[in-house]
């Protein structure tokens, strides 16, 4: 009965995967689910077996990716200025490695939230709630123990921070825009950083 259930749950995996793999050229809209079945080696009829519709198959993708994290470390756990620079850059550093899937996800996920999909707003509310809340609570902890400006303004900042950095990988990576003007993406990391923290130590040029 184990093995059985393990049998489903590879099959799905590998459904979800070669639809991914479609995804990484094609939009939603015009994949249909005979194309998805002669991908992953099955008929369209055993495809329904395990989902019951495009959107079903859609909608299991998205969830897999807002489930696979990037390193979040508890706020309370990042105690000095320096460990939250580090959380920082570990944090960009997985957000900005390249791969085939990751680039299918991005391409997914900006074509869910252009039609206002409800997972997209899953994923917003999983920023507010992860990333962003982190950040927001150390600096405001900054403000009072690390020498932080007081009138940083801790919600704009947070998300221009973040945002920047991810639609420059967007742009390189999902848009193609590298083949025009390809820039180092680690290289793009520090200087976020680094400007973040100019702001918050209210400096004005890079040391």
């Known amino acids: 009965m184990i093995t059985r259930r393990m049998k489903r749950a590879d099959r799905i995996e590998q459904i979800l995967d070669c639809t991914l793999k479609l995804i990484e ?3 939603m809209v015009s994949i249909r689910t005979a194309e ?3 991908a ?3 008929t369209e009829g055993t495809l329904f077996k ?3 519709s495009k959107e079903d198959i859609l909608n299991r993708i998205i969830k897999r ?3 696979s994290q990037h390193p ?3 706020a309370e756990d990042i105690r000095t200025k320096e460990e939250f620079r580090i959380f920082l850059d570990k944090y960009l550093t997985s957000m900005i490695t390249t791969s085939r899937q990751r680039r299918a996800y991005l391409r997914l996920l900006l074509q869910i939230s252009l039609d206002q999909h409800a997972l997209s707003f899953q994923k917003y509310r999983q920023m507010k709630n992860g990333l962003w809340a982190v950040m927001e609570n150390r600096i405001e902890y900054g403000k009072k123990h690390w020498g932080f400006r007081s009138d940083f303004d801790t919600p704009v900042q947070v998300r221009l921070f973040h945002l920047s950095v991810l639609m420059f990988f967007i742009e390189q990576e999902v848009f193609g825009a590298k083949s025009i003007e390809k820039f ?5 990391k520090k200087i976020a950083i680094d ?7 209210n400096k004005t040029t890079n040391d």
Not at 184 to 188: E, H, I, M, Q
């Open 25 to 27: 050229y094609k939009s």
């Open 36 to 38: 998805i079945a002669k």
């Open 40 to 42: 992953a080696g099955v």
């Open 50 to 52: 395990y989902f019951s």
């Open 65 to 67: 990716y807002l489930d």
């Open 72 to 74: 979040l470390t508890p």
């Open 184 to 188: 180092d993406l680690s290289k793009v």
């Open 195 to 201: 400007n973040l923290f100019n702001l918050l130590e």
